[in-house]
């Protein structure tokens, strides 16, 4: 079996080799109408065997040198998938982040941090607690994920990988869907998509939706979608693609969920059951002090997994009525221009601009202090039991802040990609030279309201929750509370770089990747002024350039087993959101990444399983940490300002193995299986720390398909079940008092039912078929509860 029939660039090539310059250029027309090298899949039955992810080059999967899983709409669609983080499941090594606040899509591979890109163009990033959408599948066919650094490919890299969402495009034969949906929590949601030629040269498509729920545990919702897209095939040799994008959504924002309550298990003299002589007080008279009967209640209260998991609120929630939803308007406009210069010649070019505006007010904190010993004393206030008026309240929060937040992200992109097929005998090769450019201009203001630990004392603080199971929320808005300005500034991120890269096809069976790039990275910041630093402060900059490369080899044994490794090195700003120092001494080297991957690709039953073995090590390097050595203060007989104030050597690091396949037989069944292991640790001062904060050391999961038109139904039905597995993750903080906690591991089981006819389809979804009690998410000190067993029924018409 020849191992190129997948491969379209092969097909081009081949065709340019045995045909005149003039049936060439007319291949190459026909292929650009199907191709388009980072946004279309070759397909065999209901498998993507083809993707242009990892190289831009639209290579068969069975031979691409590097690690890349695909997720086709059909899945998506199985699973009633409306958002990212509902397509998860169906990736080994992506998972959520700890500490992600419940702010966007705070998403990683292996551990680190991702990038977002549609179509290979910038999709906003993971930047802190702003300028992060929570990205919907509505206008997306296919979820394809690389893992690694991807050099030169995207611009500025990110650790983990890039997630690349690739978009629905204009189709010449006309069509039309309506979909509806229904369920429970109040949800509803309408989507029409209409597609189809307008003349010989011009193709469109439109896109709306819209979707609303009140949402489990009065996390609501509201999303208004418009995708549009232009196509114009202006000669054989050309055709443009004008995209545009408008989502105007609001995101309610759970950032405690269930919170860990502070008992720090080895400042307690005894073991669960606890008496109050366990929990003896601190004679230090700062130390909040305890008479037996309240030290008893204090006792009676602590559970066998306080301080170690999140406390069940059952069917209660800590989000305050002072916070607000996630209000984000994004705004995208993009211009593709694909463009064949001869027989075996192709200058892409993307130009695209994006804007993405954020506003909310989110609860930072309530932390339920039960009992530490913290500096040596027990209790020390204020992070101790709330007491008012001599009595006790074991379950209050206190040091609650509220902060809101407005930001907005500008950007402008430019990617050319000049990409030539070539062959020599037997030797087939691809060169690609790209150039890119980029500019990010962020604007971020944040304001805060503290409660009486927090608040000046002229502020109007707000009220202490005094029992977290049954709150007593504040009344009013959030600016009743005499906001203070915390943060306040303006900042510039600008990429220049360029990159080449050589595919070679060295016989049917060898196929290798070797790329490099140069990329420059400039940042500028500048404080606009804060109610502790009211002065402008003086723009500074930073800037830094450096090489980074990406090699790779496959080789194929048979048509049915292909193996790979790929070494792969990448940079990006090394703190897009913190500020940069007037001290040149802090202009320190970009972050780099770099990933080690060794894998095994296999095929059967006439391609209709595929599958892969991954074993990796991916690390984030030059990381700053402080230098405890350092001392600035001239009046400290300890003073030694000529010593260094931080090192850059600290690293987040990942090992592990990943497995995934997918398999359909002849449209009657299919199944995708994923797995993950990894060993995710932090590396500060030289010293290894535990798992990395969210990050399950195990995780797997299946989705099965299954057509009951075998049995000969009167109304064939389609039958679909799954279930996940998430390992525990750490949510430890020894800063307060927890380095034990964790967010207990889960399954959990769904199915969906279908029929089926010519043009309309019906389906209903049962998530969380046994409802499961779990965390779907890692917070701060705490857990996000994933919804209980719930319904959605949706109706999809063609015509």
Avoid: C
């Amino acid at each position: 079996m020849n191992v190129f029939q997948f491969s379209l660039v092969s097909a081009a090539v081949g065709a340019a080799l045995l045909s005149s310059d003039a049936s060439a250029n007319t291949s190459s027309s026909q292929e650009l109408d199907k191709v388009e090298r980072i946004s279309v899949y070759g397909r065999h039955n209901e498998l993507v065997l083809n993707s242009g992810t990892a190289t831009k080059s639209n290579m068969a999967l069975m031979q691409t040198p590097a690690p890349i899983v695909v997720v086709d709409k059909a899945m998506l669609d199985q699973q009633s998938a409306d958002t990212l983080q509902e397509a998860v499941r169906n990736v080994s090594g992506l998972a959520q982040a700890g500490n992600n606040y419940g702010v966007g899509d705070n998403l990683i591979i292996r551990g680190l941090g991702v990038n977002y890109t549609y179509d290979g163009m910038y999709g906003g990033a993971d930047l802190g607690n702003a300028f992060n959408p929570t990205r919907s599948m509505t206008n997306v066919d296919s979820v394809e994920v690389l893992k690694g650094p991807a050099t030169g490919l995207y611009g500025i890299g990110a650790a983990g990988g890039v997630i690349n969402l690739i978009e629905k495009k204009p189709q010449d034969q006309a069509q039309y869907e309506v979909a509806v949906n229904v369920g429970q929590w109040q949800s509803y949601g309408v989507m029409f998509d209409a597609t189809g030629a307008l003349s010989e040269n011009w193709a469109y498509r439109a896109v709306v939706n819209h979707q609303s729920s009140d949402g489990y545990r009065d996390l609501g919702s509201e999303r208004s979608e418009f995708y549009g897209s232009l196509r114009y095939q202006a000669s054989d040799n050309h055709r443009l693609l004008l995209s545009t994008a408008y989502i105007d959504d609001e995101v309610q924002v759970d950032s405690v969920g269930f919170p860990v309550r502070i008992v720090n298990w080895d400042s307690i003299d005894g073991d669960y059951p606890l008496s109050g002589a366990d929990l003896p007080n601190d004679a230090a008279s700062e130390a909040l002090q305890l008479n037996a009967e309240q030290r008893q209640q204090l006792a009676l209260s602590i559970k066998h997994n306080d301080g170690l998991e999140p406390f069940d609120l059952g069917d209660g929630n800590v989000i305050s009525p002072l916070s607000r939803p996630n209000a984000g308007t994004e705004q995208r406009v993009k211009l593709r221009w694909d463009w064949y210069l001869g027989a075996n010649t192709e200058l892409t070019q993307q130009l695209q601009f994006r804007d993405y505006e954020s506003d909310f007010v989110r609860q930072t904190g309530a932390y339920n202090y039960v009992y530490w010993q913290r500096r040596g004393t027990i209790n020390l206030a204020p992070r101790a039991p709330l007491m008012v008026d001599g009595e006790l309240y074991p379950y209050a929060a206190r040091r609650q802040e509220y902060r809101k937040q407005h930001a907005q992200e500008q950007m402008f992109q430019y990617f050319a990609d000049l990409q030539h097929t070539w062959g020599w005998g037997s030797v087939v090769g691809e060169h690609l030279l790209s150039v890119n450019a980029e500019k990010r201009d962020i604007s971020l203001k944040s304001w805060s309201i503290y409660d009486a630990d927090g608040a000046a004392a002229d502020a109007n603080a707000v009220d202490y929750i005094l029992d977290i199971r049954n709150p007593n929320w504040p009344t009013g808005h959030f600016e009743d509370y005499s906001p203070v300005l915390r943060s306040h500034y303006d900042k510039s991120v600008e990429a220049v770089g360029i990159s080449g890269q050589e595919v070679l096809y060295l016989s049917d069976a060898l196929t290798a990747r070797v790329g490099v790039a140069y990329t420059r990275i400039k940042q500028s910041y500048q404080h606009r002024g804060t109610a502790r630093v009211p002065e402008v402060s003086l723009e500074n900059d930073s800037d830094d350039a450096g090489m980074t490369y990406n090699l790779g080899l496959n080789y194929q044994l048979s048509s049915q087993l292909s193996t790979f490794v790929n070494v792969s090195k990448g940079r990006t700003a090394y703190s897009i959101l913190g500020s940069v120092s007037e001290n040149q001494a802090d202009n320190r080297p970009d972050s780099e990444s770099e990933s080690l991957d060794i894998g095994v690709r296999f095929t059967a039953l006439e391609e209709d399983l595929l599958g892969s073995l991954v074993l990796f090590d991916t690390r984030r390097t030059n990381l700053r940490y402080a230098n405890e050595a350092f001392n600035d203060n001239p009046n400290d007989p300890e003073f030694n300002i000529s010593v260094p104030q931080y090192f850059y050597d600290d690293e987040d690091s990942t090992k592990g193995v990943e497995f995934d396949l997918n398999m359909a037989l002849s449209e009657v069944m299919s199944v995708n299986v994923n797995g993950t292991y990894q060993d995710a640790v932090t590396v500060r001062a030289g010293e290894r720390s535990g798992q990395i904060k969210g990050v399950p050391r195990r995780f797997a999961s299946t989705w099965l398909r299954y057509d009951m038109s075998a049995f000969e139904l009167a109304h064939p039905v389609a039958v679909n079940l799954g279930v996940t597995y998430v390992d525990e993750r750490t949510i430890n903080s020894t800063a307060f008092g927890l380095p034990k906690s964790v967010v207990p591991s889960y399954v959990r089981w769904d199915a969906a039912f279908a029929y089926e006819a010519d043009n309309y389809k019906v389906q209903l979804n049962l998530d969380n078929l046994f409802n499961e009690r779990y965390y779907e998410k890692a917070l701060f000190l705490g857990g996000l509860p994933g919804e209980e067993r719930n319904l959605e029924l949706s109706v999809h018409y063609q015509f």
